[in-house]
């Protein structure tokens, strides 16, 4: 909840101080990009180092970085370097926490079987938080102002740290290979792209984050340009969003196999593209909030099903490297995405921009329905042999 309010919080900063999308694109970018350049070099300390560990530290670290941006934004020394600055700080931190995070399920589940569930409650405990973080915001930054959305923010870690320090995993050593970072990092790369169902679902979740998803950058513009609204009015549309996310998630935590999963992504990006294109077109706050709902559950079919899917098929012992691929194609897609949408709403217009994104993910959705035959071809042994595959043709 607290990194959902920060979210929120910047985004309403950036336009207060710059009253620009391009300004939103960019540092949105600085804080996404990171996750690309770093995120591979990150998953092979995740499969190296202690997860939990590794966890304590990047919270740390996230702590005391919302709390340097709510000291900066308290003073009213705040401005829009420092932002992208502070931004930039959080994303190489994300770089190592997210695919730590990632991994951490396989850790908690006795049995294989259910890990498609855990990770759908993981999803839906991120997503309610989504929902709720971004709603308080927005009265938070109404009433007082958005440091306060950072102090928050940054006293939230202390549950968190306290929550990993209590948790006792048991987490087999790593083998000591003698190999170097670099070639740790090729083999997972190698390991990656030479299996075809991996790398079409990291590609697929990379080419949304760019393409679809980034049309989020646009929310502060709606927010006060189209509903004449504020902070307030930001954190309800953000939370609308979240809400559908919210009710995606619980759908594929009651899911009993991965039975359909395929048909599930290819729906959820039909239903997301159509969604945004309706929000490119409404002048309307309820009509919008509803295709925000629509585009938030589409989106969580895709990635969450997507997430299950990889989960499932890859290696132990190369689960770190191959979830940083996966961070890091999320993550550089969408600082990319938010910038190429903050650039396209500032040449040609909101409307062009956020449909664009919807034709997109239309797109992108008719490609994997495309490839889903040979993908089921080459995933059912893998999955038959971990134990958790039931009639994946259907």
């Known amino acids: 909840m607290g990194s959902w309010m920060t979210q929120t919080a910047i985004a309403w900063l950036v336009y207060h101080l710059t009253h620009s999308a391009f300004w939103l694109g960019v540092v949105a970018f600085s804080g996404q990009i990171p996750g690309m350049l770093v995120g591979p070099a990150a998953g092979v300390w995740v499969d190296r180092l202690n997860r939990r560990y590794l966890l304590l530290t990047t919270q740390t670290i996230s702590m005391l970085q919302s709390l340097t941006l709510a000291w900066f934004t308290l003073s009213g020394t705040i401005d829009i370097t420092r932002l992208a600055l502070l931004a930039m700080v959080q994303g190489v931190v994300n770089a190592f926490d997210m695919p730590a995070r990632q991994a951490l399920p396989v850790m908690l589940v006795e049995k294989q079987e259910h890990l498609a569930n855990v990770i759908a409650m993981n999803v839906s405990m991120f997503h309610l938080a989504r929902l709720v973080g971004p709603a308080i915001a927005g009265f938070v930054i109404a009433w007082t102002g958005a440091g306060w959305c950072f102090l928050i923010d940054g006293l939230s870690y202390l549950a968190v740290i306290a929550a990993l320090a209590a948790m006792r995993l048991h987490q087999e050593p790593a083998e000591k290979s003698g190999a170097s970072v670099w070639n740790d990092f090729r083999s997972g790369l190698k390991y990656a792209i030479g299996f075809s169902p991996i790398r079409i679902l990291i590609l697929l979740v990379g080419c949304m984050a760019l393409a679809g998803m980034s049309f989020a950058v646009l929310m502060p513009v709606y927010a006060r340009e189209y509903f004449g609204g504020d902070a307030r009015t930001l954190g309800l549309l953000m939370s609308c969003s979240a809400a559908g996310s919210v009710i995606s998630a619980l759908y594929l935590s009651g899911r009993s196999s991965l039975r359909g999963l395929g048909r599930v992504i290819c729906s959820g990006a039909l239903l997301?593209?159509?969604?945004?294109?309706?929000?490119?077109?409404?002048?309307?706050?309820?009509?919008?909030?509803?295709?925000?709902?629509?585009?938030?559950?589409?989106?969580?079919?895709?990635?969450?099903?997507?997430?299950?899917?990889?989960?499932?098929?890859?290696?132990?012992?190369?689960?770190?490297?191959?979830?940083?691929?996966?961070?890091?194609?999320?993550?550089?897609?969408?600082?990319?995405?938010?910038?190429?949408?903050?650039?396209?709403?500032?040449?040609?217009?909101?409307?062009?921009?956020?449909?664009t994104n919807g034709a997109a993910c239309i797109v992108l959705g008719w490609w994997f329905y495309r490839k889903l035959p040979r993908f089921r071809e080459l995933a059912k042994p893998v999955l038959e042999k971990g134990g958790v595959l039931h009639d994946l043709e259907q």
């Open 272 to 355: 997301m593209g159509l969604a945004i294109i309706a929000l490119a077109f409404s002048r309307h706050i309820a009509v919008s909030g509803f295709c925000l709902l629509l585009a938030g559950c589409g989106s969580i079919l895709v990635v969450a099903s997507s997430n299950t899917l990889l989960q499932n098929l890859v290696e132990d012992d190369k689960r770190g490297r191959v979830m940083s691929l996966y961070t890091m194609v999320f993550l550089g897609g969408m600082p990319l995405g938010s910038l190429m949408t903050g650039t396209l709403a500032h040449q040609f217009g909101t409307t062009i921009a956020t449909c």
